[in-house]
Nanobody, 115 residues
Framework: QVQLVESGGGLVQPGGSLRLSCAAS????????MAWYRQAPGQQRELVAT???????NYANSGKGRFTISRDSAENTVYLQMNSLGPEDTAIYYC?????????WGQGTQVTVSS
């Protein structure tokens, strides 16, 4: 059984920063990549960033230059450092783990960018 628990969301002013964390437990050795997605109200869930077990990263255009995904393999934790946040970044952010047979999802953490 796999469990993903996100933390680090909250309210931040425009231009501010947040660091999201995703702690994974269970059969994490089956993951070949982990990712962050987000879903704004009334919109579809969209990919934000991915990181493979080899450390390769990929970013959606919306986060390039502002967001950094990283991981601590020893702690089975993935992070998303978000800088220069704007109101358009307001969304629920979900942690995703890509397994050999299925994807796993966390419960999400709310990020609100507002003055």
């Amino acid at each position: 059984q796999v469990q993903l628990v996100e933390s680090g969301g909250g309210l931040v002013q425009p231009g501010g920063s947040l660091r999201l964390s995703c702690a994974a437990s269970g059969t994490t050795f089956t993951f070949y990549a982990m990712a962050w997605y987000r879903q704004a109200p009334g919109q579809q869930r969209e990919l934000v960033a991915t990181i493979t077990t080899g450390g390769n990263t990929n970013y959606a255009n919306s986060g390039k230059g502002r967001f950094t995904i990283s991981r601590d393999s020893a702690e089975n934790t993935v992070y998303l450092q978000m800088n220069s946040l704007g109101p358009e970044d307001t969304a629920i952010y979900y942690c995703n783990a890509k397994g050999l047979q299925q994807d796993y999802w966390g419960q999400g953490t709310q990020v609100t960018v507002s003055s």
